[in-house]
């Protein structure tokens, strides 16, 4: 148990950092800011062969070297904490397929909402409020001081870096959508005409480019790409450096570059079908990173050129680590049965709901509420399911989210639902780690899911079970470079996949450089992708309101003139189950901040 003296001293401390006075807020001095997230980019994969400009960022001014990405180690709920620095238990981002009730309409039909969509995300905003994440961004409150503020990239984490965005065209808004005619949306989020006009003066297409051979996952007899996606980011990243820039260099802007490559290209790609090696670090997965790399490269020569690098600093981030996809299990029921597009004796996609469909002794039918019929050769189209005599009113949901899978417990007897789906998990070698909402437990084998931040003022429901599947490390120099995981979605044994409670998802990419961060400053002390918001809104003298209490810290050792700051780090383990079965969770601590490295136990996660 931790001392009062030791809390007080992180608290003193961390009050000291919070202390620093930030720039001069005139107009003419105040700075910019860029933030550039690599979606998937591992830490530990950053060095100066394989991503020479990122790796000079963390060289020449912080490498964060103690990073997280929040849990579920998923896209959209760490863009909703870089967006609004605040955890998933306050933005109700809590994974990449969401249950929130009733569907939420037309074209998002089924009970489970995929996040990484427009059109999802506009009406997610519409059943909550006008803004489903219930705080106020980081774009959000530079706009409302002067700032012009833009978001560019991929479609979803940009939508939610700026939600308001989508409706009110109060913000730029540049992702994949940008220009095309489809699905109800002429423009994508409506743009200001300056902003047409600069990308037409730069010579650019007035829409974005599609992945093209880049967006093909294969499938189970056929590998994946072997192309990074470099015409897509191409585009996007001479939107910012040939249109964006040029137009907002006198005055004061925020820009958020969100980077789809490394991420896009190690979920689908080619290298490994079938095996685990080389999994995510083939010549695909490096050639992406090259890519992002090379962009963040462009960018900054960007601003030194048009004179914008010592007044401008740079975040970088990524959402997220990685891993690569393991389908294989003994204990599953899923991984007996024959499916038409499985390879025989591995997992198959959504199974999960079909272990817990038998387990439970209720009907299966898809999110969407058509029956699965698994005697045809049919699993759970898209993973997502529905458990229960009324698809419409089903017992339990489950949403996939590859590495972790969240239940919603929506109807019937809920607390002993939670106990014997607990139970189940208990006994199946693919899981890692559970927790249990708070308010059916404490239920022995689980932690609560307040011990990870999942509790706190969000809008949407939070999730009732919450499961991180098994993971460990191949043989390798950098354990956490190579993660391997059990996952639950519709890609391939041998591609890419993050989302579990492991070391190799969570140890994400950070660093940043410009004038209010040191030079060739190691940072030791944990930080994590909810810090980014405070950080820079200190620095340039914002103020970001807050409803919630999850909120980040300042990075204050991190700044020109900041003082250390003191952390510890200890774990906790939950009652054990009848059958011996813990989950375990690593925490460290700074500045009165939760950080958690890994959850689960020896030989079932990586990182213990």
């Not at 499938?219 to 072997?226: C, E, S």
């Not at 007044?311 to 891993?323: L, P």
């Amino acid at each position: 148990m931790r001392s009062f003296s030791r809390l007080a001293a992180v608290i003193v401390t961390a009050a000291a950092c919070l202390a620093l006075a930030a720039p001069a807020a005139d107009a003419a001095g105040r700075r910019n800011v860029v933030i550039f997230v690599a979606d998937g980019l591992r830490s530990g994969i950053v060095t100066d062969e394989t991503a020479p400009e990122l790796a000079a960022v963390r060289r020449d001014g912080v490498d964060f070297a103690n990073s997280h990405s929040l849990y579920p180690t998923v896209t959209t709920p760490n863009a909703s904490a870089i967006a609004t620095g605040h955890g998933l238990g306050d933005t109700g981002d809590f994974s990449n397929q969401l249950y929130v009730g009733d569907a939420l309409g037309m074209p998002v039909s089924a009970l489970v909402t995929p996040v990484e969509d427009d059109a999802a995300i506009r009406l997610l905003n519409q059943r909550f409020g006008g803004n489903y994440l219930n705080e106020t961004s980081f774009l959000a409150a530079a706009r409302a001081a002067g700032y012009r503020t833009a978001v560019v990239g991929k479609l979803g984490p940009a939508a939610v870096q700026d939600v308001t965005a989508l409706s009110t065209g109060s913000g730029i808004l540049i992702d994949d959508n940008t220009g095309w005619p489809d699905q109800g949306f002429p423009d994508g989020a409506p743009l200001p005409a300056d902003v047409k006009a600069a990308i037409k003066a730069a010579g650019l297409p007035a829409m974005a480019p599609d992945r093209g051979l880049n967006s093909d996952p294969g499938a189970y007899n056929m590998p994946g790409v072997q192309v990074a996606n470099t015409v897509q980011q191409d585009w996007f990243t001479a939107v910012v450096t040939k249109a964006l820039l040029p137009s907002f260099k006198d005055q004061p802007f925020v820009i958020v570059v969100w980077s789809r490559d490394p991420d896009g290209t190690q979920h689908n790609q080619g290298d490994s079908l079938g095996s685990l090696t080389p999994g995510i670090n083939g010549p695909t997965t490096l050639a992406a990173i090259r890519n992002a790399s090379a962009d963040l490269g462009r960018i900054r020569a960007a601003l030194h050129d048009l004179g914008l690098e010592d007044n401008t600093d740079v975040f970088v981030t990524a959402d997220h680590g990685f891993s690569t996809i393991s389908r294989q299990s003994q204990s599953s029921a899923a991984a007996k049965m024959s499916f038409r597009d499985t390879t025989p004796g591995f997992l198959p996609p959504g199974f999960l709901a079909i272990d817990l469909s038998k387990a439970l002794k209720l009907p299966l039918a898809d999110a969407n509420g058509l029956p699965v019929e698994l005697a045809d050769g049919f699993h759970p189209k898209r993973s997502s399911a529905v458990l229960g005599a009324d698809p419409d009113h089903p017992e339990v949901v489950i949403a996939v989210n590859g590495g972790s899978d969240l239940i919603y417990l929506p109807a019937g007897d809920r607390a002993a639902n939670a106990r014997r789906i607990v139970e189940f998990l208990t006994t199946q070698d693919y899981t890692g780690a559970i927790f249990v909402s708070d308010a059916l437990g404490p239920v022995p084998g689980a932690l609560p899911t307040s011990a990870v931040g999942l509790k706190g003022s969000a809008l949407t429901p939070a999730p009732d079970v919450v499961v991180s599947f098994r993971s460990w490390a191949q043989d390798c120099a950098k354990p956490d470079t190579c993660g391997v995981e059990v996952a639950d979605n519709d890609l391939q044994q041998g591609q890419g996949i993050h989302g579990a409670f492991s070391r190799a998802d969570t140890h994400n990419f950070m660093a940043a450089i410009g004038p209010d961060f040191q030079k060739g400053f190691r940072d030791e002390a944990p930080i994590s992708n909810a810090d980014i918001a405070p950080t820079l809104a200190h620095v340039i003298g914002l103020d970001m309101p807050a409803r919630g209490q999850l909120t980040g810290r300042v990075i204050g050792e991190a700044l020109v003139g900041g003082a250390p700051v003191d952390h510890a780090a200890h774990e906790e383990h939950s009652e054990p189950a009848a059958n011996g079965f813990v989950t375990a969770l690593k925490v460290q601590e700074a500045g009165g901040r939760r950080y958690y490295d890994a959850a689960g136990g020896p030989g079932r996660t990586l990182g213990f």
